[in-house]
């Protein structure tokens, strides 16, 4: 498998953009949040969420991007399950312009 750009690129692709404006914002964390963090390889690419995405959905995408679209295992503990927590935690949530949502 390829390093951080190429995990990048892949993930930026399924966002649909690669655009840092449409990205949401790191927020500063307590350290208690700071337990919920994301999977060291998904942090070495610099992988955030869209503007007024879940974590939910931006979990899916990084994993699709680094496994491909399979089933990922989703229970407690999983690198889905963190990727979901840290984008709820760490980001800001703010809907993107012209989002009617």
């Given amino acids: 498998m390829g390093g951080p750009g190429d995990l990048r690129g892949a993930f930026e692709k399924l966002q649909g953009s690669s655009n840092p404006a449409d990205y949401a914002i790191r927020r500063p964390v307590s350290s208690q949040d700071k337990k919920d ?3 060291g390889w ?10 007024g995405q879940s974590g939910k959905d931006y ?3 990084v994993m699709d991007a680094k496994y491909g679209k399979v089933k990922h295992n989703t229970g407690p ?3 889905f399950n963190k990727l979901k927590k840290y984008a709820d ?7 993107q312009k012209g989002n009617k949502k």
């Fill in 42 to 51: 998904a942090k070495a690419a610099g992988l955030r969420p869209l503007k």
């Fill in 77 to 79: 503990g999983s690198d």
């Fill in 59 to 61: 979990a899916k995408n």
């Fill in 37 to 39: 963090d994301a999977p």
């Fill in 89 to 95: 935690t760490h980001f800001i949530k703010e809907k």
